[in-house]
Structures are given as structure tokens and as C-alpha cells.
T-cell receptor, first 117, second 114 residues
Framework: DAGVIQSPRHEVTEMGQEVTLRCKPI?????LFWYRQTMMRGLELLIYFNNNVPIDDSGMPEDRFSAKMPNASFSTLKIQPSEPRDSAVYFC???????????????FGPGTRLTVL | AQSVAQPEDQVNVAEGNPLTVKCTYS??????LFWYVQYPNRGLQFLLK??????LVKGSYGFEAEFNKSQTSFHLKKPSALVSDSALYFC????????????FGQGTELSVKP
């Protein structure tokens, strides 16, 4: 299995530009999570989907952030407009949530390092 | 509210010595507990988890963790540390009832010196 795939691995952009981060979860997984990691705030959950439906987006910082999951094999996290304080590593993770066993393990992608100048 | 505390920002151990990385948690109901490891410029890798049953859980790379309900702790251990174990370690918790949201600790930097 290829694991969780994220692209791009690195993104450098200027303040005000739109940024789109992409994630392909592990095939067969039905839950997908977006995290942000910074030195100051550690690892924060931004949003997660179950069966392509957003379940909890309480961690999304503000309206500049949006996430979609149009199908089971693809998700995007968009920042528009981007600001320097958005600079961080963004991780995508996926898991298989089974009704009989609600102890799903999350598997992480390699992350996208975003730098907003 | 759920929370996780990793009281040590950094743990230093000599190669060959036992290591312990501490984690305490707070959750309503029964906890599901996880340990992840992060190497530089990499994503988090799953090490082990406690769901139910035996309080001593064995995981990848020779690591194990002990669930202690009375002390609400889930410390990560390894009998003999390797230099290659040097990395950032995260403890995480979620309640057995509810959604898939994991709460992560701030992480502990483990440094193993030869």
C-alpha cells in the first residue's frame, strides 16, 4: 500500500495568494483528518471527514480555510487568502472506522511544509 | 474535555539504557490511547495503542506502554534504547464513545546518545 499521499511536499507562496493542499487517503479508509503542526501550538486537528462528510470543523482557524472531500480518494485544504501566520506543516491522516471496533488507528501522510512570505 | 499531558519536553538517555516517555490523560469514560513517533521532516508513525484488555501493550520497534487507570497514565517504555530511537514522540487520547477526534500531547523529544 502506498500510504497516505500528500502534495505538494513543499509550498512557498506570497501573502494574499491562494494555496491548495491535496491528500489521497489509504485505499479503503473512510475517515480523513487534516492537522496543522507548528512549534508554538503543536499538532492541531483542523477538520475531519467520515464517509466524505465533514464531521467536525471546529479546529478550522477562520473563514480563510476551507476543506472538501469530493470522493473517497481525494481531499483538499484551501487557504484563501494566505497569511504569514499560516506557515506550518499540514498533515493529512486517514483511518478505517469500523462500526464493530471503534478504535480506528490514524495513519499520517508525510506532510506539506507551507511557507507564506 | 479530553486532554493529554507529556510533562517532559526532552528526555536524554544513553544507548543501551532503558527509556521512559511519560504521558497522562484526562477523558470522560474509557480511553483509547495511542503513541506515535515523528522523525525529522516526516509524518507521524503509529507505534502502539491501548483499547482494552492487558494493561501492557507491545508495539513496533521494541516499544511497549503500560496503561494505568488509577494514575491515568500511559507511559512509553523500551528496555534498551538505540541511537536510532531519537525522535519526537506523541501521546494521544480519544474517548471510547464519540467521534474519531484524537487529542495529541505536545510531544517529547527523545535523544539517545552513544
Amino acid at each position: 500500500d502506498a500510504g497516505v499521499i500528500q502534495s505538494p511536499r513543499h509550498e512557498v507562496t506570497e501573502m494574499g495568494q491562494e494555496v491548495t493542499l491535496r491528500c489521497k487517503p489509504i485505499s479503503g479508509h473512510n475517515s480523513l483528518f487534516w492537522y496543522r503542526q507548528t512549534m508554538m501550538r503543536g499538532l492541531e486537528l483542523l477538520i475531519y471527514f467520515n464517509n466524505n462528510v465533514p464531521i467536525d470543523d471546529s479546529g478550522m482557524p477562520e473563514d480563510r480555510f476551507s476543506a472538501k472531500m469530493p470522493n473517497a480518494s481525494f481531499s483538499t485544504l484551501k487557504i484563501q487568502p494566505s497569511e504569514p501566520r499560516d506557515s506550518a506543516v499540514y498533515f493529512c491522516a486517514s483511518s478505517l472506522k469500523e462500526l464493530a471496533q471503534d478504535s480506528d488507528t490514524q495513519y499520517f501522510g508525510p506532510g506539506t511544509r507551507l511557507t507564506v512570505l | 474535555a479530553q486532554s493529554v499531558a507529556q510533562p517532559e519536553d526532552q528526555v536524554n538517555v544513553a544507548e543501551g539504557n532503558p527509556l521512559t516517555v511519560k504521558c497522562t490523560y484526562s477523558v470522560s469514560g474509557n480511553p483509547y490511547l495511542f503513541w506515535y513517533v515523528q522523525y525529522p521532516n516526516r509524518g507521524l508513525q503509529f507505534l502502539l495503542k491501548y483499547i482494552t484488555g492487558d494493561n501492557l501493550v507491545k508495539g513496533s520497534y521494541g516499544f511497549e506502554a503500560e496503561f494505568n487507570k488509577s494514575q491515568t497514565s500511559f507511559h512509553l517504555k523500551k528496555p534498551s534504547a538505540l541511537v536510532s530511537d531519537s525522535a519526537l514522540y506523541f501521546c494521544a487520547v480519544r474517548a471510547s464513545r464519540g467521534g474519531g477526534k484524537l487529542i495529541f500531547g505536545q510531544g517529547t523529544e527523545l535523544s539517545v546518545k552513544p
